[in-house]
């Protein structure tokens, strides 16, 4: 089974200013596919960007780029530029490579503040 | 983009009644989901459906839970007698069948049970 660790609840970042959030994962697979969500309090699930673990670049959207570190099981997200309306809940999730289930396990979330 | 769509945004209901939550997947998506969000938690798997069967559920989906696929568009998710502890957001996602493993969340049914 996969487990996926993000060890800060809450975090806060003034605005324009840049914000790393951590997330850990433990799994025996070795493909498999790592993302970060965005849930504002709309509580709408967005995806902010993916990461397949076979790349070894990282992945960028943006402002939003991660620091994918496989050996360590390690998937940060970092938020350049912040903006008011990063404020948000951020998931991180793990996801097995083409199973026919292809279910997803998130972290408990890191509840981001963006301060002006 | 293409969306998933879910209905009703919020629901009430009594406790021990039966609710049906449904779910309108991206039209050529074949994978779908139910996830739960229970409010200030993360976000739980509940079960995955694929070539009209369940394929994997979670330890939540227990024999109260029930999902179907009733025509070509539609995928919902019952409740057949409803406790407290269901109340959450329940959140319908599906993906295609090629790959990149990106998967469309619908904007969640809120379920309260009183």
């Known amino acids: 089974a996969q487990t996926v660790t993000q060890s800060q609840p809450e975090m806060s970042v003034q605005e324009a200013e840049t914000v790393t959030l951590s997330c850990t994962y433990d799994?025996?697979?070795?493909?498999?596919?790592l993302f970060w969500y965005k849930q504002p309090p709309s509580r709408q699930m967005i995806l902010v960007i993916r990461q397949e673990a076979y790349k070894q670049q990282n992945a960028t959207e943006n402002r939003f780029s991660v620091n994918f570190q496989k050996a360590a099981k390690s998937f940060s997200l970092k938020i350049s530029d912040s903006q008011l309306g990063d404020t948000a809940m951020y998931f991180c999730?793990?996801?097995?490579?083409?199973?026919?289930?292809?279910?997803?396990?998130f972290g408990d979330g890191t509840t981001l503040t963006v301060k002006p | 983009e293409p969306e998933v769509t879910q209905t009703p945004s919020h629901q009430v209901t009594q406790m021990g009644q039966e609710v049906i939550l449904r779910c309108v997947p991206i039209?050529?998506?074949?994978?779908f989901y139910w996830y739960r969000q229970i409010l200030g938690q993360k976000v739980e798997f509940l079960v995955s459906?694929?070539?009209?069967?369940?394929?994997?559920k979670s330890e939540i989906f227990d024999d109260q839970f029930s999902v179907e696929r009733p025509d070509g568009s539609n995928f919902t998710l019952k409740i057949r007698s409803t406790k407290l502890e269901d109340s959450a957001m329940y959140f319908c996602?599906?993906?295609?069948?090629?790959?990149?493993?990106?998967?469309?969340f619908g904007s969640g049914t809120q379920l309260s049970v009183l």
């Open positions: 996602a599906s993906k295609s069948a090629t790959g990149r493993e990106k998967l469309f």
């Open positions: 799994t025996s697979e070795s493909n498999y596919y």
């Open positions: 999730a793990f996801m097995k490579l083409n199973t026919n289930a292809g279910k997803s396990t």
């Open positions: 459906f694929y070539n009209n069967e369940i394929s994997e």
């Open positions: 039209s050529n998506h074949l994978y």
